[in-house]
Nanobody, 127 residues
Framework: QVQLIESGGGVVQAGGSLRLSCTASGRTLSVHAMGWFRQAPGKEREFVSAVSWSGSITRYADSVKGRFTISRDNAKNTVYLQMNSLKPEDTAVYYC????????????????????WGQGTQVTVSS
């Protein structure tokens, strides 16, 4: 069983930055593509970004492209989401998720392929 743990959320002013981290216990993440999703109050969960198992391929939602950067350090079993130029509309609970497939390079924006999820970390951007 994979347990994903997110950290790094908080309150920041518009234009500021945060870096989210996602680590795992019980399993190596290095064989899994990883994704970040977010859910704002009253809205559906939405895709933010994903990275392939090797880190060589990334994908972003249009709303965060150019502002957010996903990366991973497989030696540390950790995935990161660097968020810059934050906007109030980025306010949400952010979840990391692990694709259930091994060594997959087809990064999905839908949530169905992601078999393991963290509990989420709150990001609040004030105007």
């Amino acid at each position: 069983q994979v347990q994903l743990i997110e950290s790094g959320g908080g309150v920041v002013q518009a234009g500021g930055s945060l870096r989210l981290s996602c680590t795992a216990s019980g399993r190596t993440l290095s064989v899994h593509a990883m994704g970040w999703f977010r859910q704002a109050p009253g809205k559906e969960r939405e895709f933010v970004s994903a990275v392939s198992w090797s880190g060589s391929i990334t994908r972003y939602a249009d709303s965060v492209k150019g502002r957010f950067t996903i990366s991973r350090d497989n030696a540390k079993n950790t995935v990161y989401l660097q968020m810059n130029s934050l906007k109030p509309e980025d306010t949400a609970v952010y979840y990391c998720a692990a694709d259930g497939r091994y060594y997959n390079n087809n990064l999905e924006t839908g949530s169905l392929v992601y078999a393991y999820w963290g509990q989420g970390t709150q990001v609040t951007v004030s105007s």
